[in-house]
């Protein structure tokens, strides 16, 4: 059974970046016919996909966020880390790191999500 779990402050100022980690358990990020994505939900809003990397280290971004999302991994540590710049009250929202899984075409496991909120 796959595992996820968000890490990272909950709390950031508008203009910093933010920062968080989902560490995988049960098994890896490096394994074929999985992607690995983050996806958030506004407070009173849908869920929106916003980016993902690849079992082989290719990384894939919402056209609406590219500019400011930057997804790496570290298969040492099993681990793949989100990285919002420029972020405004608007990215206030809970996050979720999840398993894509490229052979049903689904998210198959989830995080539990983590409330980061934009706020000086």
């Known amino acids: 059974q796959v595992q996820l779990q968000e890490s990272g402050p909950g709390l950031v100022k508008p203009s910093q970046t933010l920062s968080l980690t989902c560490t995988v358990s049960?098994?890896?990020?490096?394994?074929?016919?999985?992607?690995w994505s983050w996806i958030r939900q506004p407070p009173g809003k849908g869920l929106e996909w916003m980016g993902a990397?690849?079992?082989?280290?290719?990384?894939y971004y919402s056209p609406s966020l590219k500019s400011r999302t930057s997804i790496s991994r570290d298969t040492s540590k099993n681990q793949f880390t989100l990285q919002l710049s420029s972020v405004t009250p608007e990215d206030t929202a809970v996050y979720y790191c999840?398993?894509?899984?490229?052979?049903?075409?689904?998210?198959?496991?989830w995080g539990q999500g983590t409330q980061v909120t934009v706020s000086s």
């Open positions: 999840a398993s894509w899984n490229i052979v049903i075409g689904t998210h198959d496991y």
């Open positions: 990397i690849a079992w082989s280290g290719n990384t």
């Open positions: 049960g098994g890896s990020i490096t394994t074929n016919n999985y992607d």
